[in-house]
């Protein structure tokens, strides 16, 4: 298994600039989520999804950012307009049910720089 | 409020050595546990889990003690290698994982 992928790797964007990060969970996942990683904050849960519905966005900063996920293969998280502290790498994770024991498999992760 | 964190941020021991990280956690409503390792730019790596009916969980040279009396877990690397440097975090398991802030772990040569 090719395990989640994640695109971009890197981004860079300049202040007020749109950014669509992608998602593709391990097939048969059917719980995805997202994650962001500050040496501030550590890792924060922002939004995870159960069979393609949203379950808990209360992780979500702010009406900036939003996330769907319009298939079981594939979710997108947009921060719309960004900011220079929006930077941070952000996960992507699925589970087999999204269930108290079921273990999150992360994705590589995008690095995002907003200058 | 429900928290989990480690005691110490940089742990360096010798190759070869056993290295012993800690967690400690408050008021959780879920003893599930999770140790995850994260190399440098990669993502979180599932190493061991424990639940609560569990103290102790051995893998591949790791250990995972829970003593939910004190509500702490250790995570107990044996013979650690150059490939384990890396940050370690323990989470407390559920819908919603909640990480703690991680140790660095150096191994020296």
């Known amino acids: 298994d090719a395990g989640v992928i994640q695109s971009p790797r890197h981004e860079v964007t300049e202040m007020g600039q749109e950014v669509t990060l992608r998602c593709k969970p391990i097939s048969g996942h059917n719980s995805l989520f997202w994650y962001r990683q500050t040496m501030m904050r550590g890792l924060e849960l922002l939004i995870y999804f159960n069979n393609n519905v949203p379950i808990d966005d209360s992780g979500m900063p702010e009406d900036r950012f939003s996330a769907k996920m319009p298939n079981a293969s594939f979710s997108t998280l947009k921060i719309q307009p960004s900011e220079p502290r929006d930077s941070a790498v952000y996960f992507c994770?699925?589970?087999?049910?999204?269930?108290?024991?079921?273990?999150?498999?992360f994705g590589p992760g995008t690095r995002l720089t907003v200058l | 409020g429900e928290s989990v964190g480690l005691h110490l941020p940089t742990l360096s021991v010798q190759e070869g050595d056993n290295s012993i990280i800690n967690c400690a956690y408050s008021n959780s409503a879920s003893d599930y546990f999770i140790w995850y390792k994260q190399e440098s730019g990669k993502g979180p790596q599932f190493i061991i889990d424990?639940?609560?009916?569990?103290d102790k969980r051995q893998g591949q040279r790791v250990t995972v003690l829970l003593n939910k009396t004190v509500k702490h877990l250790s995570l107990q690397i044996a013979a650690t290698q150059p490939g384990d440097s890396a940050v370690y975090f323990c989470?407390?398991?559920?819908?919603?994982?909640?990480f703690g802030t991680g140790t660095q772990l150096k191994v020296e040569l």
């Open positions: 989470a407390r398991g559920g819908n919603k994982l909640t």
């Open positions: 994770a699925s589970s087999i049910a999204g269930g108290l024991t079921d273990t999150q498999y």
């Open positions: 424990i639940r609560s009916n569990m």
